[in-house]
């Protein structure tokens, strides 16, 4: 099976402006959960897709949102980008219908806010 | 909130031989999941171990195990016969066992292998 498929793989935006991310999960899974890594912060969880729904939802602003598509696929948006977005961004899927599930994740999108 | 404690930002260890990454969590659940996750330069986190807290044997996979501590809320990684492969970020986290896919990851550790 194909793993975790994120594009595009680098990203460079200015402040303002909006930008969107795609996640493409393993073939069968159903849910998407996407995280934000920074040296400062670490790894936090921004929301977590499945079956076209959002489950589950971290502490962020409202400028960042997402959406999942009927074949899984989910993106993620950002709007008025600030510097303090500029991460690498890790999404992750699993069958989500179990806990005994994990999570694999894509190889991320690093973004650079200037 | 739970929360996940990594207090080793770096560990080295010499090719072959044994160490172990420590982690700490925090939570009044009784029924989760944690995880040990590696984080190679290449940023692709990859699954290394995953323990059930309703188990009381320690999880394994090849090389890696781990010392799971229920009562103390203590989870570490041991790595034996280590490898250049296994220098990496390895990062601890933490997943309710229930309708929720959210990980709560530490800080991570900085794993350096001396050849």
């Known amino acids: 099976k194909a793993g975790v498929t994120q594009t595009p793989r680098y990203l460079i935006k200015t402040r303002g402006q909006q930008v969107t991310l795609s996640c493409s999960p393993i073939s069968g899974h159903r849910s998407v959960s996407w995280y934000q890594q920074t040296p400062g912060q670490g790894l936090q969880f921004l929301f977590e897709?499945?079956?076209?729904?959002?489950?589950n939802k971290g502490n962020f602003p409202g400028r960042f949102s997402g959406r999942q598509f009927s074949n899984s696929r989910s993106e993620m948006n950002v709007s008025t980008l600030e510097l303090g977005d500029s991460a690498l961004y890790l999404c992750?899927?699993?069958?989500?219908?179990?806990?005994?599930?994990?999570?694999?994740f894509g190889p991320g999108t690093r973004l650079l806010v200037l | 909130a739970q929360t996940v404690t990594q207090s080793q930002p770096e560990m080295s260890v010499q090719e072959a031989e044994t160490v172990t990454l420590s982690c700490t969590y925090d939570?009044?659940?009784?029924?989760?999941?944690l995880f040990w996750y590696k984080q190679p330069p290449s940023r692709q986190m990859i699954l290394v171990i995953r323990?059930?807290?309703?188990?009381?044997q320690n999880a394994t996979e090849n090389r890696f195990s781990v010392n799971f501590q229920k009562a103390a809320k203590s989870f570490s990684l041991k790595i034996s016969d280590s490898q250049l492969g296994d220098a990496a970020m390895y990062f601890c986290?933490?997943?309710?066992?229930?309708?929720?896919?959210?990980?709560?990851f530490g800080t991570g550790t900085r794993l350096t292998i001396i050849p």
């Open positions: 992750a899927s699993s069958a989500g219908q179990g806990a005994h599930e994990t999570q694999y």
């Open positions: 986290a933490y997943r309710l066992n229930f309708g929720n896919e959210k990980l709560t």
């Open positions: 939570t009044s659940e009784s029924d989760y999941y």
């Open positions: 897709y499945f079956s076209e729904t959002q489950r």
């Open positions: 323990q059930e807290a309703y188990k009381q």
